[in-house]
T-cell receptor, first 113, second 113 residues
Framework: GESVGLHLPTLSVQEGDNSIINCAYS??????FIWYKQESGKGPQFIID?????DKRQGQRVTVLLNKTVKHLSLQIAATQPGDSAVYFC????????????FGKGTKLSVKP | ETGVTQTPRHLVMGMTNKKSLKCEQH?????MYWYKQSAKKPLELMFV???????ENNSVPSRFSPECPNSSHLFLHLHTLQPEDSALYLC????????????FGDGTRLSIL
């Protein structure tokens, strides 16, 4: 079946370094992707999204890259800070008009001071 | 503050109890969602409401009963739950008209004794 998954379940980085979190998706019809951040005790928080007619989108300290050829999505966080420690999820639309999303399992990012 | 408020934040109930989870959104959105989040699993979509109409029931057992009286409020009525139903229940909302991010509440942590 169609699925969204993450290559690495955990990622540990040094404060100040750049972080890259990866995601593979299998639904070639998906045309919208989102990254969420979930801190302990909180719900998922929207970080950045990208549509399939783009291959790169930048936000504040974050960049999302989309490679449709290999069905790969990545989130880059520049100058990672302790406050970036959280679980990061990618999600893809399920192809319907309602915007239903399919989520990956998540990658836990730990930032060492 | 995400604009989506869930109450209660924590709930402990026995298997024979009846309780309800409440979600309210202040974002002017038209679509609302219930998700179940269990440890080490991706977010599982349970129900979708668009303009107060249920548009998706993702094979959820009948012991979970949703209610959407208006576009701002969503309830999840619980009855005779099982221990495996213990999880974090997340509510989300979105504009409902295509590829837009969903905004999540902080969830209700449910424990079934």
């Amino acid at each position: 079946g169609e699925s969204v998954g993450l290559h690495l379940p955990t990622l540990s980085v040094q404060e100040g370094d750049n972080s890259i979190i990866n995601c593979a998706y299998s639904n070639s019809a998906s045309d919208y992707f989102i990254w969420y951040k979930q801190e302990s005790g909180k719900g998922p928080q929207f970080i950045i999204d990208i549509r399939s007619n783009m291959d790169k989108r930048q936000g504040q300290r974050v960049t999302v890259l989309l490679n449709k050829t290999v069905k790969h999505l990545s989130l880059q966080i520049a100058a990672t800070q302790p406050g970036d420690s959280a679980v990061y999820f990618c999600a893809e639309n399920s192809g319907g008009s309602q915007g239903n999303l399919i989520f990956g399992k998540g990658t836990k990012l730990s930032v060492k001071p | 503050e995400t604009g989506v408020t869930q109450t209660p934040r924590h709930l402990v109930m026995g298997m024979t109890n009846k309780k309800s989870l409440k979600c309210e959104q202040h974002l002017g959105h038209n679509a609302m969602y219930w998700y179940k989040q269990s440890a080490k699993k991706p977010l599982e979509l349970m129900f979708v409401y668009n303009f107060k109409e249920q548009t998706e029931n993702n094979s959820v057992p009948s012991r979970f009963s949703p209610e959407c009286p208006n576009s701002s409020h969503l309830f999840l009525h619980l009855h005779t739950l099982q221990p495996e139903d213990s999880a974090l229940y997340l509510c989300a909302s979105s504009p409902g008209d295509g590829n837009q991010p969903q905004h999540f509440g902080d969830g209700t942590r449910l424990s079934i004794l």
